[in-house]
């Protein structure tokens, strides 16, 4: 799909899931702050475990590194146990927050109910929402990846129109971790039809960001972001290197 002169600028958010101590997530954002403070040409978002969002916030304050969460809960406050409220989220620095990763629908029984409830509460809290869908290779193998992302896409975003304020972040379950990347041209498909599901939306389908995920890593990422609709990565593995973190966001750098 033509691009034109639309300007998407190009994010890349590491997502470091449940690793790191204490000391070792102040030294992964540290080196990460270090050459990368002067980037401008894209954002970048990290996602460290809960317990360390407030020590990393103070680690990248003055830099052009923003915070995000992994998860948030739908309601505001109240009885449930272990779970963090978007509030709390606002209130320790956070302005992005990662929604429906497939670990999350997996392990602990996210649904697209859930994630719609949680991408409105986002929005209303003003963070910015990373909403995460994705085929399973059963449903890729079945020729399924279409239906099953349309419908996804569809229940995900049920009553929702503030597209301009989201980010979506495609992600094949079975290139999550594994070292197996989608292809250029597959992943491509994909996010070309999730603009066309976004132009059935909105008059502003072609702004919004789409992000890729899956086995991101410095070798594949030049080629990956040559295609014209995907805008930038979510990173899980390679956000804990802070070298292969850098290279990443470097090769990303500079794309339209
Ligand atoms: C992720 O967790 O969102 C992810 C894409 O992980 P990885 O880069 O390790 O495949």
């Not at 409105?120 to 963070?127: Q, R």
């Not at 896409?153 to 009553?159: A, H, P």
């Not at 990422?221 to 040559?226: G, H, P, Q, R, T």
Request: net charge negative.
């Amino acid at each position: 799909m033509a691009q034109g002169n639309i300007k998407r600028k190009p994010l890349v958010v590491g997502n470091w899931k449940m690793n790191t101590t204490a000391d070792e997530a102040i030294e992964l954002a540290r080196s990460i702050t270090t050459d990368i403070g002067a980037i401008i040409e894209t954002d970048i978002v990290i996602c460290p475990p809960f317990v360390w969002l407030s020590p990393i916030a103070s680690v990248i304050t003055n830099t052009s590194i923003k915070l995000g969460a992994q998860n948030l809960h739908w309601e505001d406050k109240g009885a449930y146990t272990g779970e963090i409220s978007a509030r709390m989220l606002k209130d320790v620095g956070c302005e992005y927050v990662i929604i429906g990763h497939s670990e999350r629908r997996q392990y602990f029984g996210e649904t697209d109910q859930s994630v719609n409830q949680k991408l409105k509460k986002a929005i209303d809290a003003e963070l910015t929402p990373i909403v995460c869908l994705g085929e399973s290779l059963q449903d890729r193998e079945a020729n399924r990846t279409n239906a099953l992302i349309t419908n996804q896409f569809n229940n995900d975003f049920e009553g929702f129109t503030d597209f301009e304020k989201v980010i979506i972040a495609y992600e094949p379950i079975w290139a999550i971790g594994t070292g197996k990347t989608a292809t250029a041209e597959q992943a491509q498909e994909v996010h070309g039809l999730l603009r066309e599901l976004l132009r059935q939306k909105t008059d502003g389908y072609n702004e919004v960001r789409i992000l890729y995920g899956g086995s991101v890593k410095p070798k594949n990422a030049a080629d990956l972001i040559a295609q014209p609709d995907i805008n930038g990565f979510l990173v899980g593995g390679a956000s804990l290197k802070a070298k292969d973190f850098k290279a990443i966001i470097k090769a990303v750098s500079g794309k339209d």
